[in-house]
């Protein structure tokens, strides 16, 4: 990914409404980890300018002068999410086969465009982490994009707590209790208290796995 000198991911927002265009960049800009490049109105020059500033996400709307939201989302290699006030199945259908990670209804505010965009940025980071998926972290994929706050024990729960749920919520496989405590920084017996109790309470699922001598060893995935 391409992040700026402040970390922050790079959007680039294409509307042929300036004035829309800039509303959806100050409703970016208010997210924490996002920073909202130029907008832009002429989607002929989004070629050259997603070459040029390497953004990590564009958010492309459906209907523009020149050429279609679909045609140049066919043409781009980077992540992006279509927004339109054109709700017809065909249009949602044409936008998602042809590579938009996700579909945002206008008009939205900010809250929809905070969980889409975190969601997103979930989605980055599991594909970022080591290692082989399996259909569990593949399934995970598909929820990180649909959007939506955390749930279950992150609401609410002791700090290290969510720390140990997001650790293995993004890991791209099942995480042993040693792995876990390690990642969060806690003691074996602190991260396994915690395992447990998410266990229970059905955010992670317990599965049995063997470690490098051939034992049988507990492992945690997200449910």
Known sequence: MNENSSGNYRVLIVDDDFRVGELHAE???AIPGFHALEPVQDPRVIPKLVQS???DLVL???YLPHV???ELLRELDVDAIMISAAIEPKNIDKALRSGALAFIIKPFDAKTLASKLKGWARYRRQLAGTGEFNQQGVDRLYRSLQGGEETNASVGAAPTEQAVLSCVKESAE???VAEVAEAVGVARATAQRYLAALVANESLELQLGYGTRGRPEHRYVAR
């Open 68 to 70: 279609s939201g679909i």
């Open 174 to 176: 099942p995480m042993s």
């Open 27 to 29: 409703m970016v800009n």
């Open 53 to 55: 500033l390497k953004p």
């Open 60 to 62: 492309l709307d459906l």
